[in-house]
Nanobody, 126 residues
Framework: QVQLVESGGGSVQAGGSLRLSCVAS????????LGWFRQAPGKEREFVAA????????RRADSVKGRFTISRDNAKNTVSLQMNALEPEDTAVYYC???????????????????WGQGTQVTVSS
């Protein structure tokens, strides 16, 4: 079955960095677009970044542009999120997800994703 397993979360001070990884199994990884979303306590889940099946196209939320980078390694079935210059506002549970359709259309919309990981906690202190 499809599985997405995130890792790499933790606690860091403002200005620090973390790298999240998501290892996928149960489907043809190289044929799927993938995304990262996050949800802070009391807030709705929000889009962070997405990457096309080939890695040739990416999209990032305005709030993370210039600080976060999404990448993928199709040989290792892994999608990563490098997070630099972290801010307390980045504190959330981060989820990776598989986009239901192959096309890289509106990757910021969460209802276009059909499988989700269990999430990994990121806490940024000031």
């Amino acid at each position: 079955q499809v599985q997405l397993v995130e890792s790499g979360g933790g606690s860091v001070q403002a200005g620090g960095s973390l790298r999240l990884s998501c290892v996928a199994s149960g489907f043809t990884f190289s044929a799927a677009a993938l995304g990262w979303f996050r949800q802070a306590p009391g807030k709705e889940r929000e889009f962070v970044a997405a990457i096309s099946y080939s890695g040739g196209m990416v999209r990032r939320a305005d709030s993370v542009k210039g600080r976060f980078t999404i990448s993928r390694d199709n040989a290792k079935n892994t999608v990563s999120l490098q997070m630099n210059a972290l801010e307390p506002e980045d504190t959330a549970v981060y989820y990776c997800a598989r986009k239901a359709d192959r096309e890289f259309i509106k990757p910021e919309e969460s209802d276009r994703y059909d499988y989700w990981g269990q999430g990994t906690q990121v806490t940024v202190s000031s």
